[in-house]
């Protein structure tokens, strides 16, 4: 029913983004009994994970280019944006992110977010919290650092880009709930993974996409999906302490996990994607 063209390379490496979205689409298709094929044009829809100048070549000789969807992993600033030229539409992986492709490009999009799997965790909470740092200034870690420590709560960190999938496993295991200082996020599966594991989130987020100047800024956010059952979520530090303190207060009411089971599971993303081809 799908054929889903990916780089070996991908796949390749530690763990990114990228590769999680190949390895959990597979997943969620295998799981669905979607059938699916992988670089061959099998069936009649085609889906192009990444857009690239090798892509661009596979995509010229597709006999079917009618059903075609390309994405998430497309970045219309780079020169082979433009030859997508036959019927096609672009795949976001969340809102904000259409909204700066459809703005500044008027580029056709589509949201669809990669099924999450649940990290196997135990239950072996040693620990208040643990701190989710990426890409953002050092001070703003250092300020919650600094809040948490001044009022006797116990936490741990990882940074982006230096740990390992067992390590994230096991942090998750040992805490009671995460803290992020994050960057935008196209999806955020890595949030979503804790999500998963139903440990409430305290968000600092990030509230515009500015990486490529003002020119092209947008809103956005650190956490695309997202509901009240998650967690809660300020947009500055002056928020932080009233806030946190409404968080402590209900931190055993909040269901992350139920909101993950039902917005991104591999039955509810599956059906997006597939629903995209019979419209």
């Known amino acids: 029913m799908l054929n889903v063209f990916y780089r070996d390379e ?4 530690r763990m990114n983004g990228p590769r999680k979205v190949i390895q959990n689409l597979i997943r969620s298709l295998e799981d669905t009994n979607t059938p699916f094929a992988i670089n061959q044009e099998k069936y009649e829809n085609n889906l192009f994970l990444h857009w690239d100048p090798h892509h ?3 995509y010229q000789s597709l006999r ?3 059903k ?4 998430p992993q497309f970045w219309p600033f780079a020169p082979e944006s433009s030859q997508l030229t036959e019927y096609g539409k672009v795949i976001t992986p969340s809102e904000w992110v259409s909204d700066l492709f459809v703005k500044h490009f008027g580029i056709r999009t589509l949201n669809w977010p990669v099924a999450i799997y649940a990290p196997e965790v135990e239950d072996n909470i040693k620990t208040d919290c643990l701190i989710y740092y990426k890409n953002r200034p050092e001070d703003h870690l250092l300020k919650v650092t600094n809040f948490l420590e001044q009022r006797g709560i116990s936490y741990t960190g990882l940074q982006y880009g230096n740990y390992t999938q067992e390590e994230f496993r096991e942090s998750l295991s040992e805490v009671k709930y995460c803290v992020i200082i994050d960057n935008t996020e196209s ?3 890595a949030i ?3 999500m998963a594991v139903n440990k409430p989130l305290f968000v600092w987020d990030q ?8 020119e092209y800024a947008v809103p ?3 956490v695309p999906y997202w509901s009240d059952e998650c967690g809660e979520r300020i947009t500055s530090f002056d928020q932080f302490e009233e806030t946190f303190e409404i968080f402590q207060s209900k931190l055993n009411d909040y269901t992350p996990k139920d909101f993950v089971d039902r917005e991104l599971s591999p039955e509810a993303t599956v059906k997006i994607l597939l629903d995209y081809y019979a419209s």
């Open 10 to 13: 991908h796949l390749q490496g």
């Open 56 to 58: 661009v070549q596979r």
């Open 64 to 66: 079917n280019k009618d």
């Open 68 to 71: 075609l969807l390309v994405g």
């Open 187 to 189: 999806q955020g599966i």
């Open 192 to 194: 979503q993974e804790m």
């Open 207 to 214: 509230t515009v996409w500015d990486h490529m100047g003002q």
């Open 220 to 222: 956005a956010t650190s």
